[in-house]
């Protein structure tokens, strides 16, 4: 559809105004409250994690307000963003309360983007797009979270649903969001899959690291396991035409992924158990493209692209083995499944800047790829998540 070379952001978050009052309201994390800095300015801090230091981050109009976000986006030459909320979501909520402010927020994630401009080189498509919420908290009913798919369905500029790993309480591999699966799936939503648990603390030590260690390891290992329990529990034989996009280029599995896949034949518990193997998987994901390093996303394209020749349980590793046409080849075709992300508004430059490292430093991976051509580059820039979300329709 695009005729133009277009730049789309995939992951990019907002805190809607009506969920950021609910945090205000708020006495216990997450919550956003009010201090004096030490400067003597009145300041907003956001405290989301329970381990987070008590002061927080700072949190402002970047974090809320629609022209704050378009005004990044033609900052950095973004054309198009399908934004979702930033994490923790409704996790922490009571099923009622989860239930009601879910069927709000995606009301209001529909008038933020419809609400947005229209792109002028392509008529039709607006700049701005949306994720919804699902209600997914223990003791929220199959019949909550499916009217909320439903309604999710029903609005024109919302493409899909954001979710962390903990499903119900009992993570995203318990039988019971099987029906929501299989009703995501019918209506053509994606999903994406974003951390915010991380790993247990104790992992870290005592050494005080600010945020780097829960953020740089433990939110992709969050996705790694998260994402792994889905293709060990069968998700993706019962249900192939679910559309997964996983975060921070998928963590630690396409590393992993051979690992997994010998792992699984090695064991009496669960051999067998997959219609194909495990690295097989990896072929019917997506990924952003959020690496911050060219080798970094050829090698996750290279995964990427190898996965139809592990189409049956079992395969040899030998099954990769290619020659250098043969292996550009496959990482030709794995962009095909990589979209560009920002992380906005998190990651800000830590000293005024007029482009942020996160924007620069992703768009400069993809540009270093070896064996992209501009095609592939283009796509992953934009033209994949043209195709991804059908965007303009």
Known sequence: MATKRLLVDIHTHIYLP???????????VPRIFSRTSPEGKQEERLLILDDEP????????????????????????????????????????PAPIAHKLAGELNADMEEYCSGSPTLTVLAGVKRLYGFGLLPLVPEATTEALLSTVEQIAKLPHLKGVIMG???LGKGLD?????????????????????????????AWGERENGHVLPLALGFPFETTVATTR??????????????????????????????????IEHDPLVAGRLAHD?????????????????EELGFVSDVVGRADRYVRAGTSAAASGANATDSVAQR????????????????????????????????????????????????????NAFSLFNLGS
């Not at 009506?18 to 216990?28: C, D, E, G, P, V």
């Not at 318990?174 to 247990?200: M, N, Q, S, T």
């Not at 920002?342 to 992703?362: A, M, R």
């Open 278 to 294: 495990a690295r097989y998987y990896l072929g019917r994901l997506y990924f952003d493209a959020v690496a911050y390093g060219a």
């Open 18 to 28: 009506r969920y950021a009052a609910f945090l205000r309201s708020r006495t216990s």
């Open 165 to 167: 790993s903990r499903g």
């Open 174 to 202: 318990d039988p019971a969001l099987d029906p929501v699966w299989g009703a995501i799936e019918k209506a053509g939503l994606v999903v994406f899959l974003h951390p915010h648990h991380g790993v247990d603390k104790a």
């Open 54 to 93: 008590s002061e927080g981050r700072p949190i402002g109009a970047q974090y809320w307000d629609r022209d704050e976000k378009l005004k990044f986006m033609d900052r950095h030459s973004i054309d198009v963003s399908v934004v979702s909320s930033a994490n923790p979501w409704l996790d922490f909520l």
């Open 332 to 383: 030709r075709a794995g962009s095909g499944r990589m979209l560009f992300g920002t992380d906005h508004p998190f990651f800000p430059p830590l000293k005024d800047s007029e482009k942020w490292k996160s924007v620069v430093e992703n768009l400069e991976a993809i540009d270093g790829v070896w064996g992209w051509t501009e095609k592939e580059k283009d796509a992953v820039r934009g033209g």
């Open 230 to 263: 889905l293709i060990l529990s069968g998700v993706f034989d019962r249900y192939p035409n679910l559309r997964l996009l996983l975060a921070h280029s998928g963590g630690a599995l396409p590393q992993l992924s051979s690992r997994l896949a010998s792992c």
